[in-house]
């Protein structure tokens, strides 16, 4: 027997098995490179030129940030003007926010994804990239199996509305 769980619509939509360990390895592995690439880069220059390019580039982040998240709020604000469909701005203007959040993170390699994120064509690669995936996704939903549509409770009848009768009358 199936639990009303399996039968939700939303069952594809919570996080599976999988991306939870994926997010796991994630959020276990970005700060092992970072401390590798602080040990390394700190070895060969010294440790104040890695702490200055560590601030410089916080800094040179915060300025792409502050004009790439200006320039989507205008094409956001365009688009809605024209009536076209915001979404892919909104969506470039939350990757401009999550590259801040890596931008402001100290690290290398924090520092170069948030600035790749701030590259419009990378962005549009990413979205692309994930736009493929959803599709993939509805498809799948789509072709799902459709449980039959219980006709017990639909009723064929005529009617006649009374109201319009008794004005015409008067």
Same mark, same amino acid.
């Not at 040179?60 to 709020?73: E, N, P, R, V, W």
């Not at 789509?142 to 009768?165: F, G, L, S, W």
């Given at each position: 027997s199936s639990s009303p769980k399996d039968d939700s619509p939303l069952e594809d939509c919570a996080i599976n098995e999988d991306?939870? +360990?994926? +997010?796991?390895?994630?959020?276990?592995?970005? @700060?092992?490179?970072?401390?590798?690439?602080?040990?390394?880069?700190?070895?060969?220059?010294?440790?104040? @030129?890695t702490l200055a390019i560590v601030l410089l580039t916080a800094l040179?982040?915060?300025?792409?940030?502050?004009?790439?998240?200006?320039?989507?709020?205008g094409t956001l604000q365009s688009s809605i003007q024209l009536g076209q469909n915001p979404m892919k701005q909104i969506i470039h203007g939350a990757m401009i926010l999550i590259s801040g959040v890596f931008l402001l993170t100290p690290?290398?390699?924090?520092?170069?994804?948030?600035i790749l994120l701030l590259v @419009?064509?990378?962005?549009?690669?990413?979205?692309?990239?994930?736009?493929?995936?959803?599709?993939?996704?509805?498809?799948?939903?789509?072709?799902?199996?459709?449980? @039959?549509?219980?006709?017990?409770?639909?009723?064929?009848?005529?009617?006649?509305?009374?109201?319009?009768?008794i004005k015409k009358s008067d």
């Open positions: 991306t939870k +360990m994926f +997010m796991l390895i994630i959020f276990i592995a970005i @700060p092992i490179i970072e401390i590798a690439l602080f040990i390394q880069i700190g070895g060969a220059i010294g440790l104040y @030129p040179i982040g915060t300025t792409l940030l502050k004009s790439q998240g200006l320039s989507a709020l690290g290398f390699f924090t520092d170069a994804f948030g @419009p064509q990378f962005r549009s690669f990413l979205i692309n990239l994930g736009a493929a995936k959803f599709a993939n996704k509805i498809n799948t939903f789509n072709k799902a199996e459709t449980k @039959p549509v219980d006709e017990t409770n639909i009723y064929d009848a005529d009617y006649t509305v009374v109201d319009d009768e």
